[in-house]
């Protein structure tokens, strides 16, 4: 195996600039014995709630569990649909299906990667119709929410997408789980733009914990308890009174108190990671041209670049030659959902969704994060062109 000259993620790097902090946070975990719920996770909840101008924020286990919650407490299930993209990651679609509803996928705008508002617009007037006072899959099933994802860390068009939803009495869910931080031209935050938005703080995401955990945020306050109640076991508050059927989805201590510290760094990292961004833009654009091989995200004020993912042809043989260059990358998503074999069942087939399937062909992710060394892009990027150069 090459030497690793330069690494995709460096947690780390990140650790040490907070490592005292974080144990003197947790250490207060450990005095208290209080592991689950308690006064770190509300102060943790609340801090969120603040920092993303919502009513309320709760706690869960994971940001796969945030999805589920949040399409369970808009009371999705049977007989329901919703519609979602099909390039993201697997979770997006799996908890709507958990639901007992189907996700209906819609392809991707190629520049953005994210779901495209006008494929949603012909979806609805084209596949669908009206019945009863709702508006009705193909399948028959009765849609009921648009689950987009703001993916790579780039907020979608969410204004043309609320739009659709509001015309059409459809609930907004948003999988904001790597665009924490991103916030729109008026300052509205990615996550508190629906009537909930899901966050997962798995290590890697921009606002990382120590495992798992993840975070429902809710435009109404009645919508929190809900999402409390279900991952409560469904108990609403008595002795051992269960209302409806549940799970146990609770954000513990532990991984609130390492995410309250990281909470107030948050800015400043995104501020990092848009900065590696534009010199890799400016790399690229001085190596490779306008209209070259190299297709980039672009410079977008409210991207939180979670990932740096640009297009190259071959992609997977230029891969190889990064990697043995020394250069770690990754691929987000190798294969869209519409043709994934979990959702064979749905009837999908290569062709049907071309923009999703040409992304997870082309699409490549370079190394970037807030502590990510300043001359590393010119190197990352010179190593692309030798790999490029060598067909």
Not at 40 to 48: D, G
Not at 77 to 102: C, E, N
Not at 128 to 148: D, K, M, Q, T, W
Not at 298 to 305: D, E, F, I, P
Request: charged share 20%; net charge neutral.
């Amino acid at each position: 195996m090459p030497d690793v000259r330069i690494r995709f993620l460096d947690l780390p790097a990140q650790y040490a600039t907070l490592a005292d902090e974080v144990r003197v946070a947790v250490d207060e975990v450990f005095r208290t014995q209080i592991f689950l719920l308690g006064p770190t996770v509300a102060r943790f909840e609340q801090a969120l709630a603040r920092y993303l101008g919502a009513a309320a924020v709760v706690g869960v286990a994971s940001g796969t569990d945030a999805l589920y919650l949040a399409l369970r407490a808009a009371g999705i299930g049977p007989g329901d649909a919703v519609l979602t993209t099909p390039f993201s990651f697997v979770a997006t679609a799996t908890a709507i299906a958990r639901t007992g509803a189907r996700p209906y996928f819609v392809d991707i705008e190629p520049a953005s990667f994210n779901l495209d508002p006008a494929g949603v617009r012909r979806w609805v007037t084209e596949t669908c119709r009206r019945a009863g006072g709702g508006l009705h899959a193909r399948g028959g099933e009765r849609v009921r929410a648009i689950l987009p994802t703001h993916l790579f860390g780039r907020i979608c068009d969410i204004d043309a997408l609320a739009a659709i939803a509001r015309e059409e009495g459809l609930d907004l869910v948003e999988d904001a789980a790597q665009a924490i931080g991103a916030r729109t031209a008026n300052a509205r935050a990615a996550g508190a733009l629906g009537r909930f938005g899901c966050f997962s703080f798995y290590p890697t995401k921009n606002l990382g914990g120590a495992g798992d955990g993840g975070a429902v945020v809710c435009a109404r306050e009645a919508d929190a308890a809900v999402v409390r109640t279900i991952a409560r076991q469904g108990a609403d508050g008595g002795p051992y009174r269960h209302v409806v059927l549940g799970l146990a989805s609770r954000l513990d201590a532990l991984q609130a108190a390492v995410l309250t510290v990281k909470l107030s760094r948050l800015d400043a990292w995104n501020a990092a990671r848009r900065r590696h961004a534009a010199r890799y833009e400016e790399l690229v654009a001085a190596t490779f041209g306008t209209g070259g091989p190299v297709r980039t995200p672009g410079l977008v004020a409210a991207h939180v670049y979670h990932q740096y993912v640009v297009r190259v042809p071959e992609r997977d043989r230029v891969r190889a030659l990064l990697a043995a260059d020394g250069i770690e990358t990754q691929v987000y998503y190798p294969i869209p959902l519409h043709l994934q074999p979990c959702f064979a069942d749905l009837g999908q087939a290569p062709g049907d969704l071309p923009e999703a399937e040409r992304a997870s062909r082309e699409a490549l992710a370079l190394p970037l994060y807030p502590e990510l060394p300043e001359e590393a892009p010119a190197a990352v990027v010179a190593a692309l062109a030798r790999a490029l150069d060598r067909r």
